[in-house]
């Protein structure tokens, strides 16, 4: 990904993709100010996902409040925001264990399209 106003420094080799959502209904300013030579700043508008990269090390800094006042309500380290890490656990959580069998038995409630279409059926017949 390209950040063409704020690279991250060359000597730098590991990098994170990294993702945060405003979820509030304020205004917000990220920040990242712990990366020696580089300097990070983004308005962040309410619902909002700013995407990013950043160092493992970085810090996120997150500043909201009204006008001509700035409060730091939240610092969140950016390994906790990398959308690479989430991705990888997702997937090892989708994979079966070795050992184990992918298909569905018969304890796990398995239902064939045929049998939920007539449930459904039923329910709206019934109602």
């Given at each position: 990904m390209s950040q063409i106003l704020?690279?991250?420094?060359?000597?730098?080799?590991a990098s994170?993709?990294?993702?945060?959502?405003n979820a509030t209904s304020?205004?917000?300013i990220a920040r990242i100010t712990n990366i020696?030579?580089?300097?990070?700043?983004?308005?962040?508008f309410p619902g909002q996902?700013?995407?990013?990269?950043?160092?493992?090390q970085a810090q996120l800094e997150i500043h909201?409040?009204?006008?001509?006042?700035?409060?730091l309500s939240d610092i969140i380290p950016c390994e906790r925001l990398s959308v690479n890490n989430s991705l990888e656990e997702e997937a090892d959580s989708a994979l079966p264990r070795s050992g184990q069998d992918s298909r569905p038995s018969s304890?796990?409630?398995f239902r064939s399209p045929l049998e939920t279409a007539a449930s459904t059926k039923e329910k709206v017949i019934l109602a």
């Open positions: 704020d690279p991250l420094p060359q000597d730098q080799k994170l993709l990294c993702c945060y959502v304020q205004i917000q020696e030579n580089w300097y990070f700043e983004r308005v962040v996902r700013l995407v990013f990269e950043a160092l493992p909201s409040g009204m006008m001509a006042s700035s409060i304890s796990d409630n």
